[in-house]
């Protein structure tokens, strides 16, 4: 908690104005404005001001009237977009098309709303040399057609940088391509099916009408060849992989719920196709179409799950940067922009302030603060020195490095603990044994029955052999039972979405219900993972608390440091006032400034001041000096969630054990167990420790793991079931089962309530699947139903299981 006093004229000036642009408390409501038709606006911080100024010079102001949602922050890039110009780097994600023109395929970053559509598109619109834009809001993804003679890509990604969309490469390989035509394939099978069970089922009112109250021959045919009209499709396109993978399963002497489906659907339509050209007999083109669509609208769910796992795992190719600056082995000072796949081992390359460092490798020269929360979930910088080693995907943030390559692409760590996580998901537990044997076990049973039905009645009534079977597979068409599942399971995906908690793999409802102990990452997960101001202690009494926070603010103003970001809150209010110069950053000590011809100076004591200065308690604690006298001590600290003391108790009312497992070192991680209620914890481990201890752990319960950084994702894919928090690196939400959407911990325990309700009404729908079958049987087997009741059986069977499912 935050304990710093904060005078009350302060504390108005804070919560009382807002940033026009993002919404962010404004400090100082005169540092940053801007006058918009005689009615003056103020702004957070300079970036802000500078996209409103933008957007409103391009006659754009109606963004602010049509946006839903706040805009956030603009962060502070390099915008250096011009290696993009480069034919070797457009050929990953630009098409060449004729007359010059070329289209390409970018991710638009800081998307809120739709209305960030329509500023974009009409912003590019006036460019000269834009033909075409498309931009997908859900998925920020953005379709870009220009004349490449009249304007260059790089000019084209700058504009959409300068209104706070920085624009990067959408790079799809061939294995998406071929999951998007399968999907929109899935979908039209989809449609195909709906339509045709919607207008099939509208005939078949009319002759189950006309067959009650009679009706004309005539209308009876024409009813009947329209119903083999609309079903032939439905058959022929969308059913067909069912009996594709029947046909496979039978090869391969396995049987599937797809056998006696497809069994089913053939038989049915040959049989109704029959009747309806040579006259007599029933038609089941209704329960053709309705078999077809609910079993299609099962897969395609279940497809769009696993579609949206690989978009998670997608955001990988982002990680790394696709160009990177080369220099010559005899002379450092010459650059050469090189594709990142061009990078060879003992390469040289030079990474400046704020770029990602692309491959593994050794420090010649320069030193730096690198930001490796990728890896290691902790936001602390490391300060690297020459004779250091670096790590692909990490962040450089103070000073430019030069580096010496030793591992790249597949070789860095980073593809390391990628093989670590594809070794980890072999060991997945094995979900629903019991239901694919029980399925096994029905599906032969039916096919036996069946046949031995047909063989009594072609002996004693063959006139009525074929329809008897027909009304045993139809009334014994496994339709509920396929439901009973993917039903509630669709249902149960759909509620922990909207108590915060996505689905990401298809085990993890199941494996919910098992689980009796939690694992949970300290820094991200039950902290916040970001540095704040928790306390200022003054040595020199005639200053205030405002003044220390205001200096310290000016000082790490522009600063990419971690630390830097506890102090923005406090920029801008006395901008005017203290006018820095001479600003020196020290990596890995502090830093210094000159303001109003006094030196000031902020980090460690050592490098603070030579005085001998004792910490005043435990903690990451921070010393202001004047002139290399100290002044005052701020302490920061990474707070804790609002929600894990209520998530902890939360689970342990189930009987569910909580451990803390972190990178971080014990004299921090111990507190916070001792805290949250003894909880056991393991500190100072690396990814394939953690890995270790999960397993070992296994082997007294199922584990549910929760993380937020790469050094956590090793275990999150060897858990038995894995969480990554919604503000998690890139790399842990990939592998993980499950997203934390709203950070909230208590979703935990809610979410496995919810795991347990699923499986009881699984059970439920089990149950009243099988027993619908053991009675329905035996009369449809006695020709004691028809087969148009068999199809009403059937259906309202499936109809109880669908709604007991959407009881969840």
């Known amino acids: 908690m935050v304990t710093l006093s904060v005078s009350s004229t302060l504390k108005a000036d804070i919560y009382s104005v807002e940033c026009y642009h993002c919404g962010l408390p404004v400090l100082d409501t ?23 100024d933008v957007i409103y010079s391009g006659g754009l102001d109606k963004f602010y009237q049509y946006r839903s949602e706040l805009n956030r922050r603009p962060e502070q890039y390099s915008d250096n977009f011009v290696l993009y110009d480069r034919e070797d780097i457009q050929q990953d994600f630009v098409e060449v098309h004729e007359n010059n023109e070329r289209t390409a395929h970018l991710l638009l970053d800081d998307m809120t709303c739709a209305a960030c559509v329509w500023l974009i598109e009409k ?42 969309y920085r624009p990067q490469p959408l790079i799809n390989d061939q294995q998406e391509q071929q999951r998007r035509r399968q999907q929109r394939l899935a979908l039209m099978r989809l449609s195909v099916a709906a339509f045709g069970m919607m207008q099939v089922g509208m005939v078949a009112i009319a002759l189950y009408a006309g067959a009650l109250q009679g009706m ?91 579609y949206r796992n690989h978009q998670q795992t997608n955001h990988f190719t982002r990680l790394l940067p696709i160009a990177v600056q080369k220099t010559a082995p005899d002379d450092f000072s010459q650059l ?55 790590i692909a995907g990490t962040v450089n943030t103070d000073g430019s490095l030069l580096i010496q390559a030793t591992a790249v692409n597949q070789q860095t760590r980073l593809s390391t603990i990628e093989k670590l996580v594809s070794f980890a998901q072999q060991d997945k537990p094995t979900v629903q044994l019991i239901a694919d044997k029980v399925a096994s076990y029905f599906v032969a049973a039916v096919l036996c029955i069946a046949t031995a039905v047909f063989l009594y009645w072609l002996n004693h009534q063959p006139e009525s052999a074929l329809w008897i079977t027909l009304s045993v597979l139809v009334v014994t068409c496994p339709c509920a039972l396929s ?93 005017e006032r203290y006018n820095v110069e001479h600003r020196q950053i020290v990596t890995g000590s502090g830093i210094k400034a000159s303001i109003h011809q006094q030196e000031y100076a902020l980090g ?115 858990a038995n079931v894995s969480v990554a928090m919604d503000s998690a690196s890139d790399f842990a939400r ?36 099988l027993l619908y079958n053991l009675i329905a049987l035996p009369l449809a087997a006695m020709g004691l139903i028809p087969p148009y009741l068999a199809a009403i059986g059937m259906s309202l069977s499936s109809l109880i299981v669908v709604l007991n499912a959407l009881r969840i």
């Open 30 to 52: 005169e540092a940053f404005t801007l006058t918009i038709k005689d009615c003056q606006h103020t702004f957070c911080c300079p970036g802000c001001q500078a996209v409103a």
């Open 123 to 164: 912003r590019l619109s006036i460019v000269d040399g834009v033909k075409h834009i498309r931009i997908n809001a859900a998925t920020h993804q953005c379709l870009l057609r220009w004349d490449s003679k009249s304007i260059a890509l790089s000019q084209l990604m700058k504009i959409l940088s300068s209104i706070g």
């Open 216 to 306: 004309d021959e005539q209308w009876v045919k024409l009813l009947r060849w329209v119903s083999l009209l609309v079903a032939t499709p439905v058959v022929l396109f969308s059913a067909q992989p069912f009996w594709s993978a029947a046909w496979r399963s039978i090869k391969q002497r396995h049987l599937t719920m797809e056998v006696p489906v497809s069994l089913a659907i053939i038989l049915a339509y040959l049989a109704s196709a029959v009747a309806t050209i040579y006259g007599g007999g029933e038609v089941y083109f209704d329960s053709v179409s309705m078999f077809t669509f609910f079993l299609l609208l099962g897969r395609y769910l279940e497809m769009r799950a696993r």
């Open 336 to 390: 050469e922009l090189v594709p990142l796949n061009q990078l060879m081992v003992d390469d040289y390359l030079r990474v400046n302030t704020g770029d990602t460092i692309p491959c593994d490798g050794v420090v010649i020269e320069g030193n730096s603060a690198v930001v490796e929360a990728l890896l290691t979930g902790e936001v602390e910088p490391v300060v690297k020195r020459i004779g250091d080693t670096v």
């Open 483 to 575: 439901l009973a599942t993917p039903t509630v399971l669709a249902a149960t995906v759909a509620t922990m979405r909207r108590a915060g908690l996505l689905i990401l793999k298809g085990h993890v409802i199941e494996s919910l219900t098992t689980i009796n102990r939690v694992v949970m990452d300290k820094t991200g997960t039950l902290t916040y993972g970001e540095p704040k101001v928790e306390q200022v202690k003054l040595i020199e009494q005639h200053i205030t608390e405002d003044t220390v926070l205001a200096i310290a603010a000016a000082l790490e103003e522009g600063s990419s440091h971690p630390i830097a970001k506890a102090f923005a809150g406090y920029r801008g209010r006395y901008q």
């Open 604 to 718: 460690k004591p050592e490098f603070v001041t030579s005085q001998s200065m004792t910490l005043p308690s435990v903690g990451q604690w921070l010393l202001l000096s004047k002139n290399t006298q100290p002044i005052a001590w701020i302490l920061l600290s990474d707070q804790l969630r609002q929600s894990a003391m209520a998530a902890v108790h939360s689970l342990e009312q189930q009987n569910i054990h909580v451990e803390i497992l972190s990178g971080d070192h014990q004299q921090v991680v111990g507190p916070m167990a001792q805290y949250l209620g003894g909880l056991d914890y393991c500190a100072g481990v690396s990814p394939e420790q953690k890995l270790e201890y999960i397993r070992q752990r296994q082997k007294q319960d199922p584990v549910l793991m929760v993380g937020d950084g790469i050094n956590d994702v090793p275990v999150l894919a060897g």
């Open 734 to 769: 990939m592998h993980a089962d499950t997203v934390l959407l709203s950070n909230d911990l208590t979703v935990l325990a809610k979410a496995i309530n919810i795991a347990h309700r699923c499986k009881t009404i699984i059970w439920q729908n089990i149950t009243w699947a």
